[in-house]
């Protein structure tokens, strides 16, 4: 899909009409969000991806917000969509450590207390 971004929302668009009232399935949904990465539309693939997460809080839905987020350069957004997690112990200790990268300009006690629970998690 990174290689031809409009071809898979074409297919994704095209056959949308199979699911009950159009609505993908959110591994399906996921895609179409980095399908609108790769054709350089940031704000609609953040809004695919925030509907997403806001459908189902895990791991994978938070990285491809997260994802969405930092190509928009929206810190505020990722910060907010972290703190609506109910557990980040889905996140392996990398992925949370780049999170807490991310944030740490604007919240930097929410980035420690991230750091904190990496650190717990490998005693």
Avoid: Y
């Avoid at 491809?64 to 505020?76: K, N, Q, S, Y």
Wanted: some cysteine; glycine content about 4%.
């Amino acid at each position: 899909h990174s290689n031809q971004p409009e071809k898979c929302l074409e297919l994704i668009d095209k056959h949308r009409n199979f699911f009950p009232k159009g609505e993908l399935p959110n591994d399906l949904s996921r895609l179409e969000a980095h399908c609108w990465l790769s054709a350089g539309k940031p704000t609609k693939a953040s809004e695919i991806a925030r509907k997403v997460f806001e459908c189902e809080k895990s791991a994978v839905n938070l990285l491809t917000l997260v994802e969405t987020h930092r190509h928009a350069g929206d810190w505020f957004a990722i910060k907010e969509a972290v703190e609506q997690m109910p557990s980040l112990d889905g996140l392996s200790p990398m992925q949370q450590l780049q999170i807490s990268e991310m944030i740490a300009s604007i919240d930097q006690p929410l980035a420690i207390e991230m750091w904190r629970q990496v650190k717990a998690r490998a005693e």
